[in-house]
């Protein structure tokens, strides 16, 4: 079993051993390096790993949900014994959608239902229009997987 598989498995009863809370540190480690050797325009630091929303498909595959919107996610790298939010935020009734629209994405791919690999999903701007949320309600949630 992989280290993210692993993460994926965790709860309060069953934490993970030394063993693999030392290699999560590493990979970490690994990505935050990674992200700053990126030549892009976008300025990557140490809290950009912490920023990771998901990865697909699977939850646990080469691909990076990178959420750099002012929406506050649970973390990533403890998602199996998060605690419940009371966050007000109207995005909050979507996180399931967008997350699984991501597996979905990552996993059918753009042609023939291969899988993608090694992208990174990098969402900067996430807004609801408040006026419409009545009719967006009134569809009931969306889900996928």
Not at 71 to 79: L, Q, T, V
Request: contains cysteine; negative net charge; charged residues 20%.
């Amino acid at each position: 079993m992989s280290i993210l598989q692993s993460l994926l498995t965790i709860t309060a009863a069953k934490p993970l051993a030394e063993r693999s809370i030392k290699k999560l540190m590493e990979l970490k480690a690994e990505l935050s390096k990674l992200f700053k050797s990126n030549e892009s325009s976008f300025n990557y630091d140490e809290e950009t790993v912490e920023r990771i929303w998901s990865l697909g498909p699977r939850k646990c595959g080469t691909n990076i949900l990178l959420n750099l919107t002012n929406y506050k996610h649970s973390n990533f790298w403890s998602a199996s014994v998060e605690t419940q939010t009371t966050n007000d935020d109207l995005r909050e009734k979507f996180v399931t959608s967008f997350k699984n629209g991501f597996q979905l994405a990552t996993q059918a791919g753009p042609l023939c239902e291969e899988p993608l690999q090694g992208v990174c999903f990098i969402i900067k701007d996430w807004t609801i229009d408040s006026s419409e949320i009545n009719l967006i309600q009134s569809y009931g949630p969306f889900s996928g997987i």
